[in-house]
């Protein structure tokens, strides 16, 4: 009895991952194409990752990443 | 019944990550960071010489990383920039991102714990360490999606 509102649980998560999943799958055809990932690539990449994580290291949260008061109602 | 849904999306991420087209030929160019080289001059020609193994799995993992992380974001400041307007169609929609803003932070602090462990030392072990916190993090990266309701 409990297998239709699971099958139906699923199926409405299923969308937001399937959508995600293929924007990596995208993401990694296009970038692959060729069979080579270019140097300006790869740095960029590690620069992001760097950029991100040393800012982080050193305490600094974008503002959207935290929780301010409520807006007034 | 929710926490059921997490392997499954992790399943599918990974799963997409391994399984795109080319992936059986896929190539650094050498001189990146990821398949670290040097140049070579020799009669006018200038080859670069591979100094270290190309690193494919920490350069998925962190392109991943970068998806990831910019979802969330977008996410998170299209929340904030529009926020007196979401406020007034639903309360729940910055209380639920509110929730999941400590979680990504922690996340992302994990993935930088796990990434200077593998760079200092790259194992198969460390790799593994650090797919598993991208996993919390895709998990939380489609919880972010759907709190935005969809037009």
Known sequence: ?73 | MRNLFKPIGLALVLCACLAFEGCANRKLETGGRYAPGVAIHENGVTNIIATAAPDIGLFTVDSTFEILYSTIQTVFATERRNRDLLWSVSHDIKHTLDKLRPQVNEAILAYDTARRAYLANPTPAGLSKLQTVLGQLQSLASAVQTAIPKQ
Do not use: H
């Open chain 1, 1 to 73: 009895m409990l297998i239709v509102p699971a099958i139906t649980a699923v199926l409405t998560e299923a969308p937001n991952y399937i959508a995600l999943a293929k924007k990596v799958k995208d993401f990694f055809a296009e970038m692959f194409k060729q069979g080579m990932i270019t140097t300006a690539e790869q740095d960029r990449i590690d620069d992001f990752v760097d950029e991100v994580l040393d800012a982080r290291r050193r305490g600094q949260v974008p503002p959207e990443f935290t929780v301010e008061p409520d807006p007034e109602s």
